[in-house]
T-cell receptor
Framework: SAVISQKPSRDICQRGTSLTIQCQVDSQVTMMFWYRQQPGQSLTLIATANQGSEATYESGFVIDKFPISRPNLTFSTLTVSNMSPEDSSIYLCSSGGASGRYNEQFFGPGTRLTVL | AQTVTQSQPEMSVQEAETVTLSCTYDTSESDYYLFWYKQPPSRQMILVIR??????QNATENRFSVNFQKAAKSFSLKISDSQLGDAAMYFC???????????FGTGTRLKVLA
């Protein structure tokens, strides 16, 4: 299994600013993922953070708005840029198991973002 | 495109009773994985149970079991002897074998009554 931590756990931000969310895994993992969970909704995959290459974004999400870094096999960041109230959501980081096993994803506790 | 549907936004169960959460999915694939995840109020998503589509036997994990009907594309979760700690949001999820993409249902909020 993998234990994932996220920072910050929550934040309140002003419109037009940016927030960077950090995700740390306690073991080396091949894949790291970023999800958005809007209030009372399901999880939507934003992008896959690839180590050593650019992130792969899902339809409806773009790099300019959600730049992602993956400097090593245990860490990733997601930035929410030029925020608007519509970006208010919970952002979840997850990882595939070690050695690239896809049979289970482990999730961080999430970052609750409120944009005023 | 694959879809996952959870038709019960909210369910209630009496402590120690049994409850079944429904999930249906749509796919043209023959090989895939299905999951039930639990998200307590603390927000940490936890894997409850996993089912490989090629396995006919229903998965079981202690008090949690599934009823996997591949032809009907149905994947329900049964929780036996419900406990207060089972109260959470439950998400059904689908993953195509060999890929990393998960598709989540909209979730079912389970309330456990003392």
């Amino acid at each position: 299994s993998a234990v994932i931590s996220q920072k910050p756990s929550r934040d309140i931000c002003q419109r037009g600013t940016s927030l960077t969310i950090q995700c740390q895994v306690d073991s080396q993992v091949t894949m790291m993922f970023w999800y958005r969970q809007q209030p009372g909704q399901s999880l939507t995959l934003i992008a896959t953070a690839n180590q050593g290459s650019e992130a792969t974004y899902e339809s409806g999400f773009v790099i300019d708005k959600f730049p992602i870094s993956r400097p090593n096999l245990t860490f990733s960041t997601l930035t929410v840029s030029n925020m608007s109230p519509e970006d208010s959501s919970i952002y979840l980081c997850s990882s595939g198991g070690a050695s690239g096993r896809y049979n289970e994803q482990f999730f961080g506790p999430g970052t609750r973002l409120t944009v005023l | 495109a694959q879809t996952v549907t959870q038709s019960q936004p909210e369910m209630s169960v009496q402590e120690a009773e049994t409850v079944t959460l429904s999930c249906t999915y749509d796919t043209s694939e023959s090989d895939y994985y299905l999951f039930w995840y639990k998200q307590p109020p603390s927000r940490q998503m936890i894997l409850v149970i996993r089912q490989e589509a090629y396995k006919q036997q229903n998965a079981t994990e202690n008090r949690f079991s599934v009823n996997f009907q591949k032809a009907a594309k149905s994947f329900s979760l049964k929780i036996s002897d419900s406990q207060l700690g089972d109260a959470a949001m439950y998400f059904c999820a689908y993953r195509i074998s060999g890929t990393y993409k998960y598709i989540f249902g909209t979730g079912t909020r389970l309330k456990v009554l003392a």
